[in-house]
């Protein structure tokens, strides 16, 4: 079974690319729309700016950075499965004791 990072990579392999500077990067169809005070937005955009950065490019390094999280289900499972198999072992030593 792919993960999240693993079906984006087979998609993005086959996206439509486009020329960026000396790398291919794929084309980007999709809007997201965020909905902030004017205050809000200004801020962002005068801070995006500061770091030499347009917001659309802190967006999206956002939404990669996100996408590449490991998510917590995964931690979550992982932990119930160690906690049955340390009840599995306290079981087992319980009965080499008796």
Do not use: C
């Not at 439509?16 to 200004?42: H, N, W, Y």
């Amino acid at each position: 079974m792919l993960n999240v990072i693993d079906e984006l990579k087979m998609k993005e392999k086959q996206m439509p690319m486009i020329e960026a500077g000396e790398a291919k990067t794929p084309v980007r169809e999709k809007q997201l729309a965020v909905r902030v005070t004017p205050s809000e937005f200004d801020a962002f955009k005068d801070k995006a700016k500061m770091e030499g950065k347009s917001p659309s490019q802190v967006l999206l390094e956002f939404v990669l950075n996100y996408i590449n999280q490991p998510t917590n289900l995964g931690v979550e499972a992982r932990v119930r499965s160690l906690e049955e198999k340390m009840q599995e072992i306290q079981q087992q030593m319980g009965k080499l004791v008796a």
